[in-house]
C-alpha cells in the first residue's frame, strides 16, 4: 500500500472494544473482500473489507480475522488467516503479509494460514455457543453481488446448525462512529491531499477545460501524495450538470460565465474525505451567483454550529430545513404562501434542497454510525447545503468535513481549503 504503516495499536484498541460488547462463549468473524471480476483475466482494484481493516489494519485479499475472548487457549482469542505467501507469488504478484508481517500491522499474535481455516474453525466452534455474523447494515446500502461474508455465513449456518447467531453490526455502528485520535489523523491526511489538488485545480480552471480533465488533476495530485485515488466517484459538473445530483459523466466543456460544482475527495490509508466547493469558471463570480453562493454558505455555518454532543440527527435535518427556508425566501425563490401551503412530508424547500445535509464519515464516505442516538464528540460529520436551479443553469453546494468536539463548534478538518467567496477568486486570479 502507498501509505504509511498505521501503528497497531490503533486496531488493538478497535478489538479490545468490539469483544467487550460481545456476548459469552460468542465467537465473531470477519472476511476480506473479494477481487471482483471484469472480463477475461481483468479484475477491479481490491479494495479491503472496511470492517475487517478498522480490526485489524490488514489490507490484502483472502484474509479472516477471528475474535474469540473465551477461548480455551490463550492464543486462539485472537486469530487471523492469510493466504499463504512464497517467492514465486512475490514475484508474480509483489509482497503478501508473511506470519510477521500480519503481527507487525495488526498487533494479532496468532497467524495461521487460510488453508488451515477450517480446521482451526472447527476446534473452536466446539468450544463457542453464539457466532456473531458481520452483515451490511447501512442506510444506504444497495448490493446486489454476493459477497465472501455471504457465501461464509450460508456455509457457517450449514456446518454449525445448532450454535446461536448474532450480529457484528450493532456493535461496529456504534464503535465506527466514534472516531480515535489515531483515526481522525488519518482522515486529517486525506482531507490535507484534498486541499493540495483542490488549490490546484483552482490555478487549472478556465473557459474552455472539460470536466475530465479536472478530475485528471484531481487524480495526478492525490497519486503523488500517496492517496489510492478517489474515495468516491467524483462529480465534477458544470452549468447545468450540477443540478444532476450524482453526475459522473464528467464530459462537457467548461464554459465561460458558468459555474463549476466540483464534489471529490482523496482516500488515505482507506479513510475518506468528502468535499464540495462551487467555483466561477471565468474566475469571478456574476452578482447572482454570488448572491446565492452567499446564502448557501450561510446556511453551512450556521448548520456546523449545530453539531453538538447531544444533537440528534433528526431534528438537526429538521432545523437546517428552516435556515434554508428564510435564505429561500430572501432569495425570492419562495415565497410566503409557498411555506405556509407546504407538505410536511416534502417541505418548500425540498424544490431547491432535496439532500440531506450530513452523514457520518470516516473508513466510508458514507459511514457507519448511530443515527438514532444524540451526537458525541469525535463523531465525524460532512456538513454540505446546496441550492439547484436549473431554470438559471447552475446549482451551488458547499461541504466539509467536521469533527464534534466535546464542547463549542465542531473542528474543520478542511479549514485550509478555499471557501469564501473572495478566497476562490483570489486563487483563481493568480494563474
Known amino acids: ?66 475474535l474469540f ?118 482522515m486529517q491526511q486525506a482531507c490535507n491531499i484534498t486541499e493540495k489538488a483542490f488549490k490546484r485545480v483552482l490555478q487549472f480552471t478556465k473557459p474552455g477545460v472539460w470536466e475530465y480533465e479536472i478530475e485528471a488533476e484531481f487524480i495526478h495530485e492525490f497519486t503523488r501524495n500517496r492517496s489510492r485515488g478517489f474515495a468516491y466517484t467524483p462529480i465534477i459538473a458544470s452549468g447545468n450538470n450540477a443540478n444532476v445530483l450524482h453526475y459522473i459523466e464528467n464530459k462537457a466543456q467548461c464554459k465561460e460565465g458558468e459555474l463549476l460544482l466540483i464534489d471529490a475527495g482523496a482516500e488515505y490509508a482507506n479513510y475518506a474525505s468528502d468535499m464540495t466547493r462551487t467555483i466561477p469558471v471565468s474566475g469571478r463570480f456574476t452578482d447572482r451567483q454570488k448572491q446565492v453562493y452567499n446564502a448557501v454558505l450561510k446556511v453551512k455555518k450556521e448548520a456546523t454550529k449545530m453539531l453538538v454532543p447531544g444533537t440528534m440527527w433528526k431534528e438537526y435535518h429538521e432545523e437546517v430545513g428552516k435556515l434554508m427556508t428564510s435564505e429561500l425566501l430572501d432569495l425570492g425563490l419562495l415565497d410566503k404562501a409557498d411555506v405556509q401551503n407546504e407538505n410536511p412530508d416534502w417541505p418548500a424547500y425540498k424544490k431547491y434542497f432535496m439532500h440531506g445535509t450530513s452523514h457520518h464519515i470516516g473508513l466510508d464516505t458514507h459511514d457507519y454510525g448511530p443515527l438514532k442516538k444524540p451526537m458525541k464528540a469525535n463523531m465525524v460529520f460532512t456538513v454540505e447545503p446546496g441550492i439547484y436551479l436549473p431554470d438559471e443553469g447552475f446549482g451551488i453546494r458547499l461541504e466539509d468535513d467536521m469533527v464534534i468536539q466535546e464542547s463549542g463548534e465542531p473542528f474543520n478538518l478542511m479549514k485550509n481549503i478555499p471557501l469564501e467567496v473572495e478566497e476562490i477568486e483570489e486563487w483563481m486570479k493568480n494563474k
Request: charge should be negative; charged fraction near 30%.
Open 69 to 186: 475472548p473465551d477461548a480455551h487457549e490463550a492464543k486462539h482469542k485472537e486469530v487471523l488467516f492469510v493466504r499463504e505467501t512464497n517467492e514465486h507469488i512475490a514475484v508474480w504478484e509483489g509482497e503478501k503479509l508473511t506470519k510477521e508481517k500480519a503481527l507487525e500491522v495488526s498487533g494479532i499474535k496468532t497467524t495461521y494460514w487460510l488453508k488451515e481455516f477450517d480446521k482451526i474453525f472447527y476446534e473452536l466452534m466446539t468450544e463457542a455457543e453464539t457466532v456473531y455474523f458481520n452483515t451490511n447494515e447501512h442506510y444506504r446500502q444497495s448490493v446486489e453481488t454476493e459477497t465472501r461474508e455471504d457465501r461464509f455465513i450460508k456455509w457457517c449456518k450449514d456446518k454449525f446448525p445448532a450454535h446461536k447467531w448474532e450480529k457484528s453490526n450493532q456493535i461496529l455502528q456504534e464503535l465506527r462512529g466514534n472516531k480515535e485520535p489515531q483515526e481522525i489523523k488519518l
Open 1 to 66: 500500500m502507498k501509505y504509511d504503516l498505521i501503528d497497531s495499536n490503533l486496531f488493538i484498541k478497535n478489538r479490545q472494544k468490539f469483544m467487550a460488547q460481545m456476548k459469552s462463549k460468542s465467537i465473531a468473524v470477519f472476511n476480506s473482500n473479494d477481487i471482483y471480476p471484469i472480463g477475461a483475466d481483468s479484475t477491479m482494484p481490491f479494495q479491503q473489507a472496511r470492517d475487517l481493516f478498522y480490526l485489524s489494519g490488514v489490507d490484502q485479499e483472502e484474509s479472516i480475522l477471528v
